[in-house]
């Protein structure tokens, strides 16, 4: 079992109070403003998705937005999400095979579905998973909609073009003939003045809703785009091969004032 790293930090570590703080994110000023009940048979169109992964209190208003368009479409048989490694530790690119506790319960690891991923590129490290947050923070607003779900977990450690792309071709080939969601989970520009972050962001965000794995890359690099998962993104959109909506975007200085902030941005890749 993997225990939670966050919980009490990133969000409530009881369940009362995390049902209440993500109702209140959902009809937050910057959230979609209604709480969304799971449609059992929606038209299954989302493939892919761009959430962010800080404290509920300052992403958490954006990432419902995902989590809405999801409930909407309904979901599928399995998830993957996947998040990049903030700690160092363990296997560049590694998948987990132990459950995760939340508060709202245990989630499931899919485990035939990630025995297919393990191959050469993918090692089964729980190492890699013990800290870290940007999957851990995903799955309550997954719980909040439906507490049976089973998901493969992957952590990037190295996040070069090649890997994130030889990744998406493992998982591209994982998913054909499943109804699988793949989640990316990043914020974007990390402590910078909020006019920056607005604009080097809307550079990113335009390749990712575009499918241009390659030029989020060159606009990463020639800006100095202090993105923390844009490997987790290019694997997103190599596996799913479509192309994404801006669902949200805002900064934490749009939730407190502060001199210098991180971007947040939902987005949804479908079919």
Excluded: W
């Amino acid at each position: 079992m993997r225990h939670p790293a966050v919980a009490g930090q990133f969000y409530p570590a009881e369940k009362e109070g995390l049902d209440i703080l993500i109702r209140e994110l959902y009809l937050h000023p910057l959230g979609p403003g209604e709480v969304p009940n799971l449609v059992q048979d929606g038209a299954r169109r989302i493939k892919g998705g761009v959430v962010p992964h800080a404290g509920y209190i300052f992403s958490g208003p954006i990432a419902a937005h995902f989590y809405y368009e999801l409930a909407k479409d309904g979901f599928p048989e399995s998830f993957i999400i996947i998040g990049p490694n903030h700690y160092g530790l363990g296997s560049p690119v590694a998948l987990t095979l132990e459950d995760f506790l939340t508060p709202y319960g245990v989630v499931k690891v899919d485990k035939e579905l990630a025995r297919e991923i393990a191959k050469e590129l993918v090692d089964i490290d729980s190492s890699a998973h013990r800290y870290e947050h940007s999957i851990e923070v995903q799955l309550p607003f997954l719980q909040f909609l439906k507490r049976e779900i089973k998901f493969v977990p992957i952590t990037m450690l190295s996040q070069e073009y090649e890997v994130a792309v030889e990744l998406g071709e493992v998982l591209k080939e994982a998913i054909d003939g499943r109804d699988v969601v793949i989640i990316a989970s990043s914020d974007f520009s990390h402590y910078v003045p909020k006019d920056m972050a607005y604009r080097n962001d809307a550079r990113a965000i335009e390749k990712i809703v575009n499918g241009d794995v390659r030029g989020l890359y060159d606009v990463i690099y020639r800006y100095r785009i202090s993105m923390c998962g844009y490997g987790p993104v290019a694997a997103m959109l190599t596996a799913t091969g479509g192309r994404g909506k801006l669902l949200k975007y805002a900064t934490s200085g749009d939730v407190q004032s502060m001199p210098d902030v991180v971007g947040y941005a939902a987005i949804k890749v479908e079919r």
